[in-house]
């Protein structure tokens, strides 16, 4: 096995961990959970989904390069650019079908896949750069925690806005109120 076939298997099990991941708060619902996982069906709380799945299936990401003894640098820095421009990637081209036609299943899935190989794309070019970043990996560890220390304050004081709301409970975040 070499990066690439790495990289594909990456984008297959990214993709069924959003699947997972969707539904682990509703099953198992606590503080923990609401900071990874989905609290409502906003579009803010899908972001939550894809970044979290991109971290989570990190760590079978860098079983499997280490397995087969697959060199790689600046594991930490790739995690951090796929999963923090994963978010972006799927709002410029999600957004855009979302206010002409509505929440869609079909359109959240196409988007989330064509997202996911962005992201991984991206993950395989800095995986496979010569050099080692020692200190952007540590700084993206950090931000990998900072990341979720602003998923978590959001889950719980959401922002007034589109983004955040979910319309099919009508409320925001994990609050009780509606608009």
Known sequence: MNLKKAKIISVIGIFILCFIFHFIYEFLPS????????VNESIW????????????????????????????????LSLFISAFTIV?????????????????????????????????????????????????NIISFILIIICYIVFAYLTYNPIKTELFFDTEEEKYGLNNYNV
């Open 31 to 38: 503080t923990i959970t609401a900071i990874f996982f989905p």
């Open 45 to 76: 709380e899908h972001q939550k989904l894809i970044f979290t799945s991109v971290v989570m299936y990190g760590i079978i990401d860098y079983i499997i390069l280490t397995k087969f003894n697959i060199k790689f640098n600046n594991f930490f």
């Open 88 to 136: 972006p990637i799927f709002l410029m081209i999600y957004l855009p079908f979302f206010y002409k036609i509505g929440p869609k299943m079909f359109l959240n899935i196409g988007v989330m896949m064509i997202a996911i190989i962005i992201s991984q794309v991206i993950s395989y070019y800095i995986l496979k750069t010569k050099n080692n970043y020692y200190y952007l």
